[in-house]
Each structure stands twice: as structure tokens, then as C-alpha cells.
């Protein structure tokens, strides 16, 4: 671990590292427009919290942010970095509650993943590779009141993190950012899951943060 512009890092990727060194904000524009759809600002949920740079842009207009960062090297920099009012806590959210599932780190520390890196990857990334058993919950679980926006980040893993989810969804129909990368099976699951619930596509940022809409 160290600290770069007062931002705690542990292992981050070459865009977290230059975002950060640079004083930059992460992922420009994308919380504060998402707010922006939201009627009520009273509680957001980030899914795959990292390092909080992304719960602490919540936190600015949310009342509570919980977020969930399941790598015990990731969340010990969420905790450090957390404002007040953002909840941490080190587990993922997935489909079911599961006491020891595995996590890969792969090349940095926005890679964790549920999902086993194909034996190609896993091949080029064999001097970094190393894996955390960890623990995961499902959203619903949790009961989490006055929802009002929900990111998911999970590498792959965002399909089994909605199913876990969708009690919740249901009930208070947030602002949904769902990452979905091209050629993943998980990005058409998702899409089809959100347009059954009444959701519509509103935006995309960086070509894969997708923003959905309860219509």
C-alpha cells in the first residue's frame, strides 16, 4: 500500500495510477450525471468499491453509500479512503451467499474477478496471478432501504451480482450503472434482465458503463 495525492493504492492500473497522480476525478461525469436521474438522493450502492473512488463521488450527493469491495488488499485502501458517510464492507455480492469463493487477482487490482481467467490469460499473467478466498452475500440479504443508485463493477461477474439483486431492484427501481464489455455473456444476460424490469439504456460512459433507467 501507498499514498498518492492523499488517495490510498495498492495495486492499481496505469489509468487508476494517472487519474490519480494526476488530481483527476475517476470516470469523469458519470456519478454526478447519474444523480442527476435520480429523484430521491438517499442511498447509493457500489458494487465492486476498489479503492472508494468511486463511493466517495456518491458520497457527495448521497446521504449513505455501502459499498462492497471483496479483495482484502483493495478494501483495506476503501477503508482508509472512505468519507464519513460511505459504509464499507469486505465482501462481493453475487447470486447466492457462499463462505470461501475464490478471487483472482490477475495484473492489478481493477482485474479481481469471480470469473477464472481462460488458460491463455492465466498464462500471461502467471507472474502476477495469485487468488483470495473470500466471502459473498446477495444485495437482497442485506435489506438496504431507499435505494436510490446502484453500480456494478465486477468483471464478468455482474450477471450473479443482478440475480442477488433483484428483490431490491424491484422494490425502490434505482439508477442502475452496469459495466458491460463487448462479447461477454454477461453484458446480454444483463441488458435482457434490465428491459424485462422496465429499464431502458439512457447513456453509456467510456463505452461500457452503461446507465439504465427504470421508465
Known amino acids: 500500500m501507498f499514498q498518492l495525492n492523499g488517495i490510498w493504492l495498492s495495486a492499481p492500473s496505469e489509468h487508476v495510477f494517472d487519474v490519480v497522480s494526476k488530481g483527476k476525478q475517476y470516470h469523469a461525469g458519470m456519478i454526478a450525471y447519474c444523480q442527476s436521474l435520480c429523484k430521491n438522493k438517499r442511498a ?3 458494487i465492486g468499491g476498489c479503492y472508494g473512488l468511486i ?3 456518491m458520497a457527495e450527493f448521497f446521504d449513505t453509500v455501502y459499498s462492497f469491495e471483496p479483495s482484502p488488499e483493495a478494501y483495506a485502501c476503501l477503508v482508509l479512503n472512505a468519507q464519513d458517510n460511505v459504509n464499507t464492507y469486505n465482501f462481493g455480492i453475487s447470486n447466492q451467499a457462499e463462505k470461501n469463493k475464490t478471487l483472482y487477482f ?3 487490482d481493477g482485474t479481481n474477478r469471480y470469473e477464472k481467467p481462460s488458460l491463455d490469460n492465466w498464462n500471461r499473467w502467471k507472474r502476477t496471478m495469485k487468488t483470495f478466498l473470500t466471502e459473498v452475500k446477495t444485495l437482497d440479504s442485506l435489506d438496504v ?3 436510490d443508485l446502484i453500480k456494478f463493477d465486477v468483471e464478468g461477474h455482474e450477471y450473479l451480482s443482478l440475480q442477488g439483486s ?3 431492484i424491484k422494490k425502490y427501481k434505482p ?3 452496469m459495466e458491460q464489455k463487448p462479447l461477454r455473456e454477461a453484458t446480454v ?3 435482457r434482465k434490465l428491459i424485462e424490469l422496465g429499464y431502458t439504456k439512457d447513456k453509456v460512459f467510456r463505452q461500457k458503463d452503461c446507465v439504465y433507467v427504470y421508465r
Do not use: H, K, S
Request: aromatic share 0%; charged share 25%; hydrophobic share 45%.
Open 106 to 108: 490477475t495484473r492489478n
Open 145 to 147: 432501504e431507499n435505494v
Open 55 to 57: 463511493a466517495n463521488q
Open 175 to 177: 439508477v442502475i450503472i
Open 44 to 46: 447509493a450502492i457500489d
Open 189 to 191: 444476460l444483463c441488458d
Open 166 to 168: 433483484l428483490e431490491t
